[in-house]
């Protein structure tokens, strides 16, 4: 396993502070573009420093595929929606149960206390994966605020990028596999627009010169009982699973309160390890449409 965090970038203690009292409206009123295009000019420009400090994110996430925009002051929906709407068009499609445009993610209760399942409402591992595989788009990048968390009880995230899946592919010998991963294929149970639709789409692709990434492993499932593939394209979806299974290809890095973690969907898979109650893990997220999209 490698050791290789997002690049962080620092908030001023002048911006935090900022941010953590200036009026901004309310959640409801931060639906559309529009809106949010506007209520974020009108933050920067309340905010001494804030403009250059997300134009420098915007940079970094741009070269590394993500960035971790640390000290920030996050308890606050709108607040957490507006950095994201820096990077594009948030949306609340997809993001919880309802959907909505920030979604609280912690643990959630079941009948014998906190649910253990792997998934961004348990506590269990969380299998890499990229968020909205199912959707007719994707969206282009995830945004988890971390709120509140303890160190010590697990819950560290991992990463692992396209480039190190169709590296590792391609070095091993598999690159027919890397070619037919390609493929707009791969049965994606979706539930997006009807409750049994399935979404085809590729899993390891280039866009704009850069490898792209696309998955989610009960998804395929799903999707593969309702349209098949075949052999070449089932054996090219083992070689991929097989090779984001290898240890040593992942990054490990733990969110820390007052982290603003902006990740491209497109470019990296994440998960999550198991973690504590004790950790008392509280992250906001927002998914977010990409210019253009």
Not at 136 to 141: G, K, L
Not at 224 to 237: C, I, K, M, N, T
Request: charged residues 25%.
């Amino acid at each position: 396993m490698t050791d290789g965090p997002m690049p962080r970038i620092h908030t001023s203690d002048e911006i935090r502070d900022a941010l953590s009292t200036c009026p901004l409206p309310d959640i409801a009123k931060l639906v559309t573009e529009s809106q949010q295009a506007l209520a974020l000019q009108q933050l920067n420009d309340e905010v001494d420093g804030l403009s250059e400090l997300l134009k420098k994110a915007r940079d970094v996430a741009d070269v590394h595929g993500g960035v971790v925009i640390e000290n920030c002051a996050v308890a606050r929906d709108s607040v957490v929606a507006l950095l994201s709407a820096a990077f594009g068009s948030v949306d609340h499609l997809g993001n919880g149960i309802p959907s909505r445009l920030v979604f609280d993610v912690t643990p959630r209760r079941d009948g014998k206390g906190y649910s253990s399942v792997g998934s961004s409402r348990g506590t269990g591992e969380f299998s890499l994966h990229s968020d909205s595989a199912n959707f007719p788009v994707p969206h282009a990048f995830v945004t988890l605020a971390c709120v509140t968390f303890e160190a010590g009880h697990g819950g560290e995230s991992l990463l692992i990028s396209a480039d190190s899946i169709a590296r590792d592919l391609v070095e091993s010998g598999r690159q027919e596999s890397v070619r037919l991963l390609g493929d707009p294929i791969f049965p994606f149970m979706s539930g997006y627009r009807s409750e049994d639709e399935v979404v085809r789409g590729p899993v390891l692709y280039r866009e704009n010169d850069r490898w792209c990434v696309r998955y989610r492993h009960q998804l395929l499932v799903e999707g593969g009982q309702r349209l098949g593939l075949d052999e070449e394209h089932v054996q090219a979806l083992a070689d991929f699973e097989a090779t984001i299974a290898k240890q040593e290809l992942l990054t490990e890095f733990t969110l820390l309160p007052g982290d603003v973690w902006v990740l491209d969907n497109r470019r990296w898979l994440h998960g999550r390890r198991a973690f504590s109650t004790k950790a008392n893990r509280l992250l906001k997220r927002c998914k977010v449409y990409g210019p253009g999209q």
